[in-house]
């Protein structure tokens, strides 16, 4: 029978104790568990928040998106530093930038009253369709890698645990649900795994989110192989698994416990205990394979701080005047130049005397203080939607920088120089979660824009804001300076 504790009582239990081995104290609290609080801890509430086991002093561990940014909900009350897209990051080469991104964006985690990011996103960009390519970081195994181990490392340095998504080859918006990803066992080792097995061998990665797909007919949260075998058992991954939100609904009760998975989010739609009481009566799973599952969850507990006195633990920060010169840093040093005939560029505005700006870029926020009759770029759907505390558009940037000095006017015609801001947006069918691009290609009339312009004026120099591949073969011959900016 279950016993009660008093706050007393509770403080005085061994995996109180600090100063005991972390294995020590999780051996203990999960000796203390009922079978009814193993259960319970094995699926989420409230979207964000596993549920707590108030018998025993187990609060809810939070965990929130995104990649780009920390997002405690979707009023958009809450503003946080908008860090650049991670293909932005990536195309830095640089992994201090990573670890910088990660130790600053665990510094907002925590003062939000958070214990887990969910990112990074590392999946391979196969496809350049693939709605949402901006979230990942590139196409190279060992860039991927390189990259995915300094962010993670940067998350735990802060004691926030990283959730490493989405295990594995989740490389499409299309169908995500049902489809496929049929692989042969080459391709995983050499293109797909490394990254991930990377992030617990290197960087102890604390958890990793299943995908939604299936990996050669079977669904990533009760993919046996995939889990139990190589990310525990052959990597020696000792975090938890967290299921994607709604991940589970095409699976098996028994399925996902066998396989590992430790969390169902956001709800209880396989792991309601009704469920789960069901296929452990059958037989369909034992407690040593539940309690496993159970271990794995509150190791990360400990490793995040959940039962200590908040006191004890690194500090958080908000919106600081660091993390905005670390977002600023990343997108500068993320930028591309992919041509520059006779040196048109640097631009020396001293020699200026205007400058038009155009393109359907050129003052469009990704997301922030949106005022009505503003324009937006939505920042992403789902998963990385975040709120700022302010946002420069390319056009405010310039007017700001020229101030008294060069004129910024709309007629290319009368420039010395043109710049047109093009690109995508986060927008159904371009970047955006939950459905694929619905064309390779610029929009027509941003094709027809920039073509117009260079006959307007040859000093123009197209600027392309975006986070997927676009081909440029329509109209970068007659354009001197092409510069990829992404979502920075």
Not at 39 to 45: A, E, H, N, P
Not at 229 to 234: C, G, P, T, V
Not at 295 to 317: E, N, Q
Not at 393 to 416: F, H, N, W, Y
Request: glycine share 6%.
């Amino acid at each position: 029978m279950s016993k009660n504790y008093s706050e007393e009582e509770l403080s005085q239990l061994p995996f109180k104790d600090k100063s005991l081995e972390l294995e020590e104290r999780v051996k203990d609290l999960l000796s203390r568990l009922t079978l009814e609080e193993k259960f319970k801890l094995c699926s989420g509430r409230l979207m964000w928040h596993t549920k707590p086991v108030k018998r025993l002093g187990v609060r809810s561990f939070t965990m929130y998106d995104g990649p780009h940014g920390v997002r405690p909900d979707t009023t958009g009350n809450t503003k946080s530093t908008y860090f650049p897209s991670a293909i932005c990051r990536a195309a830095s080469w640089d992994p201090k930038l990573s670890y910088e991104f990660g130790k600053a964006i665990a510094e907002e985690v925590r003062e939000v009253g958070a214990h887990m990011l969910l990112a990074p996103g590392i999946n391979i960009q196969r496809t350049p369709m693939n709605g949402r390519t901006f979230e990942y970081q590139t196409e190279d195994p060992h860039l991927n890698k390189v990259l995915a181990v300094a962010t993670v490392k940067g998350i735990q340095s802060q004691k926030i645990a990283a959730c490493v998504k989405h295990f594995v080859c989740n490389n499409q918006e299309t169908n995500r649900f049902t489809v496929s990803s049929e692989v042969s066992e080459r391709a995983l080792q050499e293109i797909y795994l490394p990254a991930f097995k990377a992030t617990v061998q290197e960087a102890d990665a604390w958890s990793f989110m299943t995908c939604y797909n299936k990996v050669n007919g079977i669904y990533g949260s009760e993919n046996y192989n995939l889990l139990r075998e190589r990310l525990m058992e052959n990597w020696g991954f000792r975090g938890f698994t967290v299921s994607d939100w709604l991940a589970t609904n095409y699976t098996s009760t028994e399925g996902c416990v066998n396989a590992g998975l430790s969390l169902e989010m956001p709800t209880s739609k396989k792991y309601n205990k009704k469920n789960l009481r069901n296929a452990f009566q059958e037989g369909k799973f034992s407690e040593d394979t539940l309690n496993d599952n159970v271990k794995r969850l509150l190791r990360v507990m400990f490793l995040v701080g959940l039962f200590d006195d908040k006191s004890t633990l690194p500090s958080g920060y908000r919106n600081t005047l660091e993390h905005q010169s670390i977002a600023r840093k990343i997108a500068e040093n993320g930028i591309v130049l992919l041509k520059n005939n006779n040196a048109l560029l640097p631009l020396n505005i001293d020699e200026l005397k205007n400058i038009a700006i155009v393109g359907p870029n050129a003052n469009f926020k990704l997301r922030g203080d949106v005022k009505p009759g503003e324009s937006e770029i939505l920042s992403g759907g789902g998963s990385s939607v975040n709120y700022p505390p302010y946002e420069i558009t390319p056009l405010e940037g310039i007017m700001q920088k020229c101030k008294d000095r060069v004129e910024i006017i709309e007629t290319p015609s009368k420039a010395d120089v043109t710049i047109l801001f093009a690109g995508l947006n986060h927008e159904h069918g371009m970047d955006a979660e939950g459905e694929d691009r619905n064309s390779f290609e610029l929009p027509l009339e941003q094709i027809e824009l920039i073509k117009r312009t260079i006959r307007q004026n040859p000093n123009t120099i197209v600027v392309l804001i975006n986070g997927s591949p676009i081909p440029m073969n329509d109209w970068i011959d007659g354009v001197p300076a092409v510069i990829e900016a992404w979502y920075g």
